[in-house]
């Protein structure tokens, strides 16, 4: 595995795989490797000849009150991980390198960013998203890219900037990755001391409440949602948002009559946490093309 610096020479990797004929398989990462990273890069190399990693803590994306500073990372660490995938490159570079002086370009998606994480974290938030992804598609140029399931928002903001832009490259969702207990595995579990740890479980617990209340045939949005807010309630978490969408569109939804997003997110101990379950509807209408861009 290559670790490489620049645009430069990754285009340049990239370049000569592409002349054999290879295609190309994109992984964008902010490091502090999990099962949940690692299983995105076994989807990338089941799938690609040239395997791309990034690794960068995108500082456009935090706020002025978030925990860039003291986000997790250990890049001899990850690596080691990463080369254990059977990646072929990591991209690692300075921020300067993505963002040099004069830099002053910036993606907005209206309407699917204005809610959920959108709404807590701020508009900035998914434009430093939107922004880095587009630059990483630019430099890679992939076939297809892997995005975990778990940043369900991201997943759809990401594709309407591959919609609205016509960037040639598959966005390919993979399934969240769960702790035994059920918490979801995030970089940012390493904040939570062993109290906190086992009352974040309730997360995941109470997304399967909501998603019984749904299989019970409880298809209003008021019943779904109180069940899930009786757990958090007995875990001791209030929840910065749990909410009901479309898992298209992200419109709230007053009944489950197509597939849905039950999002939740919570501040325990000192991690802010998020987790989420798609709720299937076997009858659910396909959206049609101007609901999905709504």
Not at 33 to 61: C, E, I, K, W, Y
Not at 62 to 76: H, K, T, W
Not at 91 to 104: K, N, R, T
Not at 107 to 128: E, K, M, P
Request: glycine share 6%.
């Amino acid at each position: 595995m290559r670790i490489l610096r620049t645009i430069a020479a990754v285009r340049a990797a990239v370049r000569d795989a592409r002349s054999a004929g290879g295609t190309v398989g994109l992984v964008p990462t902010m490091g502090a490797f999990h099962d949940g990273h690692l299983s995105l890069m076994r989807a990338a190399r089941a799938a690609s000849d040239l395997v791309v990693v990034s690794l960068f803590v995108n500082p456009t994306q935090f706020g002025a009150n978030e925990d860039l500073s003291a986000y997790p990372r250990d890049e001899a660490r990850d690596a080691a991980l990463a080369e254990a995938e059977g990646v072929d490159i990591l991209f690692a570079p300075e921020p300067s390198e993505i963002y040099p002086d004069g830099f002053a370009t910036n993606i907005h998606v209206a309407r699917l960013t204005d809610v959920l994480d959108g709404a807590s974290r701020g508009a900035h938030h998914f434009d430093g998203v939107a922004t880095v992804v587009t630059k990483l598609f630019g430099i890679v140029r992939p076939d297809t890219a892997y995005f975990g399931q778990k940043d369900a928002q991201q997943i759809l903001v990401v594709r309407r900037v591959v919609s609205d832009l016509d960037l040639d490259v598959r966005i390919v969702p993979c399934p969240i990755v769960r702790e035994a207990d059920g918490l979801a595995m995030s970089s940012r579990n390493v904040y939570l001391d062993p109290a906190a740890r086992a009352q974040a479980t309730a997360l995941n617990r109470a997304l399967d409440a909501g998603a019984a209340a749904l299989e019970a045939g409880h298809r209003d949005a008021g019943s779904i949602l109180s069940a899930a807010r009786d757990v958090l309630g007995d875990a001791a978490i209030d929840p910065e948002y749990l909410e009901l969408r479309d898992a298209e569109t992200l419109r709230p939804l007053a009944r489950v009559d197509r597939d849905a997003l039950l999002a939740v997110a919570a501040h325990v101990g000192a991690a802010r946490l998020i987790d989420n379950h798609l709720l299937r509807v076997a009858d659910a209408p396909t959206p049609t093309d101007t609901e999905a861009s709504a």
